[in-house]
């Protein structure tokens, strides 16, 4: 009898730990590059409208494509945060799991919930200093998720964890 195969080409056990904090990692990365780039434009836009050599069409177009920049990522960046975590999703389905392996799995994910905490507070620490929480103003739906880091990777954790070990129910 042929054994089947993760979708990696070999049988992985579980992939809570490392896709919840895969996300975490790539959510928080992604977001603090929009800020920093957000951070860029406006000390760009303000060196634009402040020099006179500069045609008025030019500053307009710079300053249109500033005011616009925040309402773009913003989606882009929730757009992302929900293709990300349906990928992982996915990705658990197609994973073959023991149901044993779910205690060991709960544990574990418990210490995913203190990085999650420490990668919160690690935001928080960023986004108080005075020069980016003026940015962070923009981006109210990421500021959300990011602020609640913790609580969205309890979400994010145990749907991995249902969608793990509950698709052996379904096929009984």
Known sequence: M??????SGF?????????????MVVLLIFILSIFFGKFLLNEWNDDVQADDDMNNLSKEIVSTQNARYS???DGLFMMFFIL??????VASFKIETHP????????LLIIVFMVAAELGNFYEEITAEDDISTVVAGFPMANYIMSNM???I??????IVLVLFGK???NQ
């Open 84 to 89: 990300i975590w349906a990928l992982v999703l």
């Open 71 to 73: 309402g773009f990522f």
């Open 100 to 107: 044993i392996f779910f205690i060991f799995t709960v544990i």
């Open 2 to 7: 042929k054994k089947k195969k993760g979708y």
């Open 150 to 152: 913790l609580m969205v």
């Open 168 to 170: 052996n129910r379904m």
């Open 11 to 23: 049988k992985k056990k579980g992939n809570v730990i490392s896709d919840s904090i895969m996300v």
């Open 154 to 159: 309890i979400v994010i954790g145990f749907s």
